[in-house]
């Protein structure tokens, strides 16, 4: 008697905008799906990262559409040939990522006919961000979108924060939405290190050079410190994003190199940055889904600064992992670092706290990759 063939592998496709958002953030969800037995492809813009994403077990097929372009039309092409693309694939399972993502993908999957799809929110970016009457209006709109004419009775919606959900009309509790830890960390790749003496306290802020980061809220904090004879130094690690438009111009990076503030640009070692400094500083003024910055930050055993925002708040409680200033604050984030200056065993108590935070709080990759794997299983065909 013949044996019986083997059970054909299900599709998972992954869409996403830049072949380095999935690279930094999100190697663990392929190598995990691979892992399950799912076959895996991702396809996205590529650049530079076609290695680091095949390395995982994935294929990765070329998609060219602008992140920073909003024209429907562009959108609407992007999505026909990510349509026939899926449908050549013969895709089970579509995981979409990021806003422009969800649009893009979520419509080609209605084209395709591909019922089965994740939602993976990442941030509402400015459209989260903005509390004036064309950010409400944006957020209607596209909450009208991905709940209604871009969702299907498969669709499952994977968050990074509940504020996100709740922006979106969705329950946090309601069994079609899934509240992660952003992508994850690894506690074994960030590990903490004897904290540097003080004076002076050293902060990074790692991250995109973005204005919506509150880079300049940041600069403008430590240099009222300064004025007040507080010992401070603030160190600017990364690189001006060109596709977006609220990137920070160079020259304005380098002029603002004095007073305490030094630009170093992009880096490779940000555990290596963390053993060097006291703390880790994300003045966002919104938009934010998970810093990934601040679950690095706190895996180091970094005290953390940062905003009352969706996405910073999730993580960072208060007096516990870190201090939390309002948004756009420099006032109040200059008095959180002269208190922090003044107090190195608040600072250490701090960077404790945002270990075990990570550790117990299902912010570690290991978590948030059974998280979506439980999602693929729930989802694949019978």
């Known amino acids: 008697m013949d044996a019986p063939l083997p059970a054909p592998m299900a599709r998972l496709v992954y869409v996403v905008t830049e072949d380095w958002f999935f690279a930094s953030h999100f190697l663990p969800f392929a190598r995990a799906a691979v892992a399950m037995g799912l076959s895996v492809t991702v396809v996205t813009r590529v650049r530079d990262h076609r290695a680091a994403i095949e390395a995982t077990g994935a294929r990765v097929v070329p998609l060219e559409a602008e992140r920073s372009s909003l024209n429907p039309m562009a959108a609407g092409y992007a999505a026909g040939q990510l349509a026939a693309i899926l449908k050549a694939l013969k895709a089970d399972i579509v995981h979409c990522i990021a806003l422009r993502g969800i649009l893009v993908g979520g419509t080609a999957a209605t084209m395709a006919g591909v019922p089965a799809r994740v939602y993976a929110?990442?941030?509402?970016?400015?459209?989260?961000?903005r509390q004036d009457a064309a950010g409400r209006m944006a957020r209607t709109a596209l909450r009208h979108l991905i709940r209604g004419a871009l969702a299907s009775r498969r669709t499952r919606f994977l968050l990074e924060n509940?504020?996100?959900?709740?922006?979106?009309?969705?329950?946090?509790?309601?069994?079609?939405?899934?509240?992660?830890?952003?992508?994850?960390?690894d506690p074994e790749a960030?590990?903490?290190?004897?904290?540097?003496?003080l004076p002076p306290l050293r902060v990074a802020l790692v991250a995109r050079m973005l204005w919506s980061k509150g880079v300049d809220v940041a600069v403008e904090a430590v240099r009222l410190a300064h004025a007040r004879g507080v010992p401070v130094e603030l160190s600017l690690y990364g690189a001006p994003d060109p596709s977006n438009r609220r990137a920070i111009p160079e020259e304005t990076l380098r002029g603002w190199s004095r007073d305490g503030v030094a630009w170093h640009g992009p880096t490779r070692d940000v555990a290596g940055i963390y053993a060097a400094h006291h703390v880790a500083c994300l003045p966002s003024r919104g938009g934010e889904?998970?810093?990934?910055?601040?679950?690095?930050?706190?895996?180091?055993?970094?005290?953390?600064?940062?905003?009352?925002?969706?996405?910073?708040?999730?993580l960072v409680r208060d007096g516990i992992e870190g201090l939390v200033v309002p948004p756009d604050d420099a006032e109040a984030l200059a008095r959180a670092l002269a208190r922090l200056a003044v107090d190195p065993a608040l600072?250490?108590?701090?960077?404790?706290?945002?270990?075990?935070?990570?550790?117990?709080?299902?912010?570690?990759?290991?978590?948030?990759?059974?998280?979506?794997?439980?999602?693929?299983?729930?989802?694949?065909p019978a």
């Not at 929110?121 to 961000?129: H, K, N, R």
């Not at 935070?357 to 694949?380: D, K, N």
């Open 162 to 185: 509940p504020d996100d959900a709740r922006a979106l009309g969705l329950d946090p509790a309601d069994t079609a939405v899934t509240i992660v830890g952003g992508a994850g960390v």
């Open 347 to 380: 600072v250490a108590s701090l960077g404790e706290g945002a270990r075990a935070r990570i550790l117990s709080g299902g912010f570690t990759e290991a978590a948030v990759a059974a998280a979506v794997c439980g999602l693929y299983r729930e989802l694949m």
């Open 121 to 129: 929110l990442t941030g509402l970016g400015l459209i989260g961000a």
């Open 289 to 314: 889904g998970l810093p990934r910055t601040l679950l690095e930050g706190a895996a180091c055993g970094r005290a953390l600064l940062t905003t009352d925002v969706p996405g910073c708040r999730t």
């Open 190 to 197: 960030f590990r903490p290190a004897r904290l540097p003496p």
